[in-house]
């Protein structure tokens, strides 16, 4: 483990490698708390940009989130899915590299599988978030879930469309669907189509008037075009923090994966 600059936060983060699926070498951060771990790991799947700026570092939006998780107690693990196998974002590409339901959830599998067996992941069934690219890949992961050690899964605005044509689809274990009703890149109708299969299992939340991204902090809303894939076609969806929504959201992901206990 190489260990690298972070912002000063009560957490440890690192640069490191682990085994991923068919020979690939997944490279991925790992934020861990001060003190000894408390409870499950947490394992993010990041969106379809990736997660890293132009410098190396996690964006806001991911350092936001470790922060929450490891000021609970939790490790934070953040595999590179895309710069692993030498891609980019996928944001606008229409035949894309590296897919949810292909690439994505084996790596998923690979690292739950790796941060379990880690001494901060004490063994435990490991919980899963994802945003966007990623959360589509948490609700396919959830079909599969019961193949590596995953317990809880929350999918903020995944596309749903895909997994709603899989008619067995099920999840395996207990998931939570983040989304914007306003939402112009992964609409909500579908995910809300999605989620009533199993209401037992399937948590669904929908916020009104959020955008794509309404849990990033301190991101004013804009319209960002040249989309590969959008809800009316045209390239161009609106991404950026809802404020209530981002509250709520926090709240929601404590108390559905028993931060703080």
Do not use: K
């Not at 394992?43 to 940009?49: D, P, R, V």
């Not at 000021?71 to 606008?92: I, K, N, V």
């Amino acid at each position: 483990m190489l260990l690298v600059a972070a912002p000063a936060c009560a957490m440890q983060q690192r640069m490191i490698s682990l085994p991923g699926p068919d020979g690939v070498t997944l490279t991925a951060e790992l934020f861990l708390p001060e003190g000894p771990p408390r409870g499950p790991a947490v394992l993010g799947l990041h969106g379809c940009a990736g997660f890293r700026r132009a410098d190396g570092q996690p964006t806001a939006l991911y350092m936001a989130w470790a922060r929450h998780f490891t000021d609970a107690g939790r490790a934070f693990l953040l595999p590179d899915s895309f710069a692993s196998r030498g891609e980019g974002e996928q944001c606008t590409q229409r035949g894309r590299g590296v897919l949810p339901g292909r690439e994505r959830v084996a790596d998923t599998m690979a690292a739950a599988r790796w941060l379990s067996a880690q001494p901060f992941g004490q063994g435990l069934p490991v919980d899963v978030v994802g945003w966007s690219h990623g959360g589509s890949t948490v609700l396919w992961a959830a079909g599969a879930a019961q193949t590596a050690p995953i317990g809880r899964m929350i999918a903020f605005y995944p596309g749903c469309n895909a997994v709603n044509r899989v008619g067995l689809w099920r999840p395996a274990q207990p998931l939570l669907i983040l989304i914007g009703e306003a939402d112009d890149w992964t609409p909500a109708a579908p995910c809300a189509q999605l989620a009533a299969r199993d209401p037992q299992r399937i948590t669904y939340h929908a916020y009104p008037g959020a955008h794509h991204g309404f849990d990033a902090p301190n991101t004013p809303i804009r319209a960002r075009s040249g989309l590969a894939f959008t809800a009316n076609g045209n390239g161009v969806a609106h991404y950026g923090t809802d404020l209530v929504a981002r509250a709520d959201a926090l709240a929601r992901v404590s108390s559905f994966f028993n931060l703080g206990r």
